[in-house]
């Protein structure tokens, strides 16, 4: 959580991506309920009482950076990949397959985001 108050400040470019990522979300599921109105005031505070939700961010710096995140996991899974003849022990496979999972939540965040932006401009594409 306090990475999220200072993304510009946070070094790790996996950790970086993951909260721009996130802020955007929230900022972009917040405007989809907001210009559809469908809502009770007591269940959904569409105010941000000043929280910047990285609205300096674009959309394609945002993506930019989640591929950049996909691309050092990517590079880490195959540096810990089981190799040829090689025994490995249980704490490498172990991970290894953190790497993995890290890499495909990424992918999903990013597919996630680029398919609401999509459907919140209207793109039919």
Known sequence: NLYLHQVDKVQC??????????????????DIIGKAG??????????????????????QRCIAGLREAEEVLGREVRRTKAREG?????????????FTALQCRVK??????????????????
């Open 38 to 59: 469908v809502y009770e005031e007591e269940d959904f505070q569409p105010l941000t009482y000043g929280f910047r939700l990285c609205q300096d961010v674009t959309e």
């Open 86 to 98: 090689v025994e490995r022990s249980e704490k490498e496979e172990q991970e290894h397959q953190e």
């Open 13 to 30: 470019v996996v950790v970086k991506a993951v909260c721009v990522v996130a802020l955007k979300l929230v900022e972009l599921v917040k």
């Open 108 to 125: 999903f965040l990013r597919l996630f985001y680029c398919g609401l932006s999509a459907l919140y401009r209207g793109d039919t594409s």
